[in-house]
Each structure stands twice: as structure tokens, then as C-alpha cells.
């Protein structure tokens, strides 16, 4: 066999993906360096949305920051929310009452729910798929529903409170999440059929971008990602908070690492969110809503870093308080960041065409990335 | 004869406890006088360090203790101090279910040894601290900024940055316009 390079074998192609590009569902640039058809190198360049929030989060109060957190992860803000209020609490010494508790486990897997939603719709929209999109939209709307008779928004939410909750529930919440659940595992048991034995599906997904738990770690990836390669990491376990500790549920994972793998746990994790909220559901304390907060806020000088498992990962804030109104520090560990970091090494050998489906099984949020 | 207890005010630092266990007496043994503090805050447990002792530590805690996981990497800018940077590295051992943090202070100026050796992850994370901050690290594969475009000058989450303050010059070059305010 001859080893002389022809023009066909010699040269690499340098390929610009984004930042408009329809399927990295914001303003993701990637800079592909390919070998025909394979993906030798890539490169991400992020930063289109970077609004500063961790400066704005220093010049606000703590109370006054509270709505600007919805808007990094925007897709599931309550759980940004969640986080958020968790470390101002450990920071400040607040616990928010049972009740309060409770409703925040709703409205967080509620939230868990809709965003696995929309990952599901976009990403099969992005693989060839359009029909589930109409579909998981319709499911997703009945959780905003709920979301705007509660607070009035239905995707920066701005659920919670420091402290606890600002709302009482409205009447007739309970019923509708209990219809929601019904509906939702019905529905759920339609996109299995649609798509779990579907071959176009399997085949388009399965093997595509594999990464194993020791690269997890070695990346700092976190949620679904780390668990569709056979870590049973899940902060809601692992660390509860929150009153997590009092539900009955599972952590599901899967072996291969895969794109496939990562659709069947996110599918899983929308079963175990409805578990979770059957049981909340049914056991909502009665009483306040609201611990005993100050009015200022300010907490002793100190540090605290509290993370929670958002839909994307871990998703962590660690504030620093110099005893003033205002946080001294305000970092935001995102998970989509991290998990974003991972791509090269997912790319790695993998066709131009594979690229999308990783981008989508990734499920990041470029408001979180850029910050 | 014992003085009067003064009256209690808000605490003027951090009321942090000291931290007591295996964990601390093994890292005590291993770095003696580097280990400057191992204390406890709100139920969290942190060891600061000199600033040349924080990789061989995470090394430490990695190889010895299982804290294989990198959770974040970031500063917090004291204009005040002599050693005006405090940089955060939080770890998180899977086996353990524990997370601790190390901290160390580093003077404007001084460019720490990269973390990228011992945890992949910080490879991001150092690029954003040095983006923010203006922190070089030493050994980094590709120490340049991430968020902000690579022409931008000044450093954000340094405290003299203003909140409404940019690189006019950038934005009117790049943007054809003359404030994004």
C-alpha cells in the first residue's frame, strides 16, 4: 500500500459551526477542524450571552438578586431559583417552613419535567424528528399553567422567596398536578413508542458520543451525562436538601455513555419526577409559607457554597458575605459550562453530522454558559 | 481576673470554627506549616493553605483521600489586602460524599501554578478566573479569555471595575457605536 498523500488525504478542513446555528439553540460557536467527514478537533467559543451576572449579583441586595438568577438557566429557572435561596438561607441561618419545603419540591420537579420536555422536543428536532416537538410542547404548557396561576410567569418564574415562599397556593393546585402527572405518564408511554423502538432513532443516536464516568470526573460533568455513563450521582440523594430525603424515588442510569443513553435516563427522570410529586402532592403541610426573615437582609461575614440537582446538573452558588447589604461575591458553579467543556473530548472521531446530536444530548443552556 | 464579656455585635470576621477529624490530622502530617487553617463554617469544611502548597494538595486529596472531582475553581478580589486575591477550589469525593474547599491568597501580579495537571476541569475555570480577574496561571494549555472577547481590556469581577464601565473603544470598534449603555 502506498503511504504518499494525494491532495484528497493531505488537507484538513476547517469548518465554522454557529453562532447562529438552529441547532445549538442559542449562540454556541463551535470551530470544527475535520478530516473529511470526522471530526478532528473542535473548539468552543462561548460568551455571545455573558450579561455579567456574577458583577450584577455584587451590586444588587441579596433580596434584589433573586429574579436576575431565572434568567441564566431560563429554561428551568425554578431550580436556579431553588439553588439560589438555599444558599442565602444556609448563609443567613433561615429555613424555610415544611410547607414551603414541600411546594418548592413541586414546582422544582414540575420544572425538571418541563425542561426534559423541551430538550426531548428540540433535540428530535434537531436529529430528523419533528412530530415529538408538538408534542412535548403541549405537555410542557400544562407546566407553565401551573407555573402562571402560581406566580403570574410562566418561564422566569420567580417562584421563591429568601426564607421561604411569597405566594399561598392558589385553589384547585393540587388537583392540577395530580391531572398533570396522570396525563404525563400516558404521554410519556407515547413518546416511548414513538421514539425507544423507533430504529431510525436508535440508530441515529446510539454510540454517538460516548463518554465513560472516569472522563465525567476528570471533566467535571454532572447530571444526566454522569449518570447515563453509570454514576448514580444525583444531589437530591447524595446531599438532600430541601426535604428530599422523604420521597421515595430512584436514581436511574445506564452503562454505554451515549447519546441514546441520555434520552432513556432524562425519559426515566420525568417517571421519577412524577413519583416524587404524587407523593408531595398528596402531603403538603399546612401552616406559613414564610420563615421569619429580615427586612435587611444582611448576613454575618462569611461563605457558603450550596448547590442543587438542577435538570442540567449540579448547578452551585458560593457568596460571599462581607456582613453588608449586598453579596461581596457572588459565583454561580453552572453545570452547562462544565458540561460544555466535555465536547471536545465527545467529538473526538465522531462524524460532522454526529456533532448536533451530541450538542443536543449535551442539553445545555447558552444563558447559563455565558452567564 | 477574667474580663467582662462584651456585648455581642455582629461579628466583624468570619465566626468560622475549627475543623477537627482524620481528614485535617492526615493533611496536617502530610503539610505541616503550609497548612495555614482548617476551620468550619456553616457546617462546611475548608483548609487554607500557602499559596505553593494548593496543588500538591488537591494532589494529595486526590490521590490519598479520593476527592476526585474538581467542583469549581474562582477568586474573590480583596482590593485591601496585601494579597489581594483569594482563589476558591472546591472538591467533591464521590466515595466519601463529602466536599471541602482549599483556599489560598495570592498578591495582584503573582501567577499560581494551573490546576489543569491534576483535575481537567479547571482548564474552563482558570480561563474564566483569568478572564474575570486577571489571574495568569502558570502551565495552562491555553491561558486566554473565555467570556469576553480576546481584545477586551480590563478584568470585570475586579472590584475597582465599575458596574456600567466596558471597553468603549472595543464596542465602538466592533459594535459602530458608541457606549452599550
Known sequence: MSTAETFLDSSELVLNMGPQHPSTHGVLRVILKLDGEKVIGTECVIGYLHRGVEKIGENRTYVMFAPYVDRMDYISAVSNGLGYCLAVEQLGGYVAPPRAQTVRVILTELNRIASHLLWLGTHALDVGAITPLFYTMREREEVLKIFENYCGARLTTHAFRIGGLQYELYDGFEDQVRVFCERMLTKLDEYEELLTGNRIWVNRLTGVGIINAADCKRYGVTGPLMRAAGVAADLRKLQPYSGYEQYDFDIPTRVNGDSFDRYVIRMEEIRQSVRILRQAVERIPTGPVMAKVAKVLKPAIGEAYVSVEAPKGELGYFIVSDGSLHPYRMRVRPPSFLNLQALTEMCKGALVADVVAIIGTLDIVLGEVDR | ?181
Not at chain 2, 468560622?16 to 503550609?34: I, M, N, Y
Open chain 2, 1 to 181: 481576673m477574667p474580663e467582662e464579656p462584651k456585648p455581642a455585635g455582629p461579628p466583624t470576621q468570619m465566626a468560622s470554627t475549627l475543623w477537627e477529624g482524620d481528614l485535617p490530622t492526615t493533611v496536617k502530617a502530610a503539610f505541616g506549616e503550609r497548612l495555614l487553617e482548617s476551620a468550619c463554617y456553616v457546617n462546611q469544611n475548608f483548609f487554607v493553605v500557602q499559596a505553593d502548597a494548593v496543588i500538591p494538595l488537591i494532589e494529595f486529596l486526590k490521590r490519598e483521600v479520593d476527592f476526585d472531582f474538581l467542583v469549581d475553581l474562582t477568586a474573590v478580589d480583596y482590593p485591601k489586602r496585601a494579597e489581594r486575591f483569594e482563589l476558591v477550589y472546591i472538591l467533591y469525593s464521590y466515595s466519601r460524599n463529602e466536599r471541602i474547599r482549599v483556599k489560598t491568597s495570592i498578591a495582584d501580579g503573582v501567577v499560581p501554578a494551573t490546576a489543569t495537571t491534576v483535575h481537567t476541569t479547571a482548564n474552563w475555570l482558570e480561563r474564566e478566573v483569568f478572564d474575570m480577574f486577571g489571574i495568569r496561571f502558570a502551565g495552562h494549555p491555553e491561558m486566554k479569555r473565555i467570556l469576553l472577547p480576546e481584545e477586551w481590556v480590563g478584568h470585570p469581577l475586579r472590584k475597582e471595575y465599575g458596574i456600567t464601565q466596558m471597553d468603549n473603544n472595543w464596542v465602538k470598534e466592533n459594535l459602530g457605536i458608541e457606549s452599550g449603555q
